[in-house]
């Protein structure tokens, strides 16, 4: 098993930034890749940013490329979210997954965090 603790959520006002973290504990080696999600109130949960330990690769959702940035340190399995520029509909709860094998960038995933909310106030 896998465990996954999320932080750095917070209120920040629109065109701010945060950065949130996910570190990951327990059975680690397993795991291949690690993404973010967000789910806002009424709507679906949606992919943000992903990356894959072999090679380093990365891919974001439209609605956050060039605003959002995703780093990760492989020994210690733990990824970075860099939010720039945010904007009111970021607002949402923001999910940590990850994967043991390798797996589209949406999903499916093996392992999720309990969310860390992110609330952009206009």
């Known amino acids: 098993q896998v465990q996954l603790l999320e932080s750095g959520g917070g209120l920040v006002q629109a065109g701010g930034s945060l950065r949130l973290s996910c570190a990951a504990s327990g059975r680690t080696f397993s795991t291949y890749a690690m993404g973010w999600f967000r789910q806002a109130p009424g709507k679906e949960r949606e992919f943000v940013a992903g990356i894959r330990w072999s090679g380093g690769s990365t891919y974001y959702a439209d609605s956050v490329k060039g605003r959002f940035a995703l780093s990760g340190d492989n020994a210690r399995k733990t990824v970075y979210l860099q939010m720039n520029s945010l904007k009111p509909e970021d607002t949402a709860l923001y999910y940590c997954?990850?994967?043991?094998?390798?797996?589209?960038?949406?999903?499916?995933?093996?392992?999720w965090g309990l969310g860390t909310q992110v609330t952009v106030s206009s």
């Open positions: 997954a990850a994967n043991q094998y390798l797996r589209p960038w949406d999903g499916p995933y093996d392992y």
